[in-house]
Structures are given as structure tokens and as C-alpha cells.
């Protein structure tokens, strides 16, 4: 009955390689989003949709890229990993757009770039 | 630029006491203040979200407040209990930044 869930919970790679990152939620919410928490804990949104559209993009490096597949699902990839790029990734979702809704937040992706 | 700072930035107290947690925040235009509980190795809770029109409110022994005049708000625990060792994380809502999070207070309860 889990919420929102990612997979995988650890991610350890080499600099230069190509990961994803996976995501769903089950509460029918229209929004889903991804966060990075850096190593000072700060949470910063990378990326927002709705209803399967792009409705926030934070400057984040083009190597990352979302995919939302349905409203159900929305897919982190990254391509050629730098160290930078070590952080915990959240996804989270909210019944509706706006930043007026309680978010729900997944267990959380640790990434690790070697 | 939009930004929340918390205060402590850690806290120990013993179980069944009662600690309050400070955040101040600069978020333009401010809609909503939002605490968090962040359990080591998970993702974010939602506590509580008060809009700018709201003075206080409560979840079980978590009680937050916010002063929107002062750009301050607080969250009070009462009774501790051990599950209450977490991150709480005060976040601003509102503003291009759409939600901007604090660093959040460290809190451990000990026996």
C-alpha cells in the first residue's frame, strides 16, 4: 500500500555512465515532482508535471532528464554522471498543481558517483 | 531571493520534555508555511500547512504557529516521545521558487 516508491533505493556508479531513477505513486494525484537534498540537506525541486506535462523546469543540467509515461509514473534519467551529481533524489507527488496541496514524498534514491 | 533559516540547528532533549523548533522566513508573495518530519533515511512528512491566515495548527502533540507580520513560525512538540528523533524541516510557500525548504533542526530525544 505504499504511497510513493522509487526504485532503486541505492545507486552507485561510475563518472560518465547513464542511470535512472523510477517512480510511482498510487494516491491518483495529478503532480508529480523530483527534489535533490545535497550533502547540506537543503531540498531544492529539480523538476515538476502535470498530468504528464512539464510544468517546472529548475535549472537543472540538461543531462537530466524526466519522462512521464502517465500521471501515475514520472522517471528521472541522467546521463554522463558527474560527482556533482551525488545527492538523495526524492520524488513526490500532490493531489493537485500549485504549491497549495500537501506533498507526498518517496522513500528516497541515494546516488552515489564515483 | 527566497529563503527559510531554522533555528537550533540541533537539539537533544530527554524523553517527555517538551521543545519548541524556530524558523523565519523571506518567501515573496508568501502563501503558505509548511513543517516537515524527516525520519533519517526516509523521505519528508507533512506535519501541518497553515496559509498566511492562519495563526496556529495542530497534528496530535505537534502544534505550529505562525506570525505572518513577523515572518516567523514555530513548531512546538509536546511530551516527547523517541520516534520524535528526526530532521523537521520548515518550508516557505510561495513565490516563483514555488516551495522553498530550510535546513531543518536536528532533534534526538534521549531515554
Known sequence: DTAVSQTPKYLVTQMGNDKSIKCEQNLGHDTMYWYKQDSKKFLKIMFSYNNKELIINETVPNRFSPKSPDKAHLNLHINSLELGDSAVYFCASSPIAGFTDTQYFGPGTRLTVL | ?111
Open chain 2, 1 to 111: 531571493k527566497n529563503q527559510v533559516e531554522q533555528s537550533p540547528q540541533s537539539l537533544i532533549i530527554l524523553e517527555g520534555k517538551n521543545c519548541t523548533l524556530q524558523c523565519n522566513y523571506t518567501v515573496s508573495p508568501f502563501s503558505n508555511l509548511r513543517w516537515y518530519k524527516q525520519d533519517t533515511g526516509r523521505g519528508p512528512v507533512s506535519l501541518t500547512i497553515m496559509t498566511f491566515s492562519e495563526n496556529t495548527k495542530s497534528n496530535g502533540r505537534y502544534t505550529a504557529t505562525l506570525d505572518a507580520d513577523t515572518k516567523q513560525s514555530s513548531l512546538h512538540i509536546t511530551a516527547s516521545q523517541l520516534s520524535d528523533s528526526a530532521s523537521y524541516i520548515c518550508v516557505g510557500g510561495g513565490g516563483a521558487d514555488g516551495l522553498t525548504f530550510g535546513k531543518g533542526t536536528h532533534l534526538i530525544i534521549q531515554p
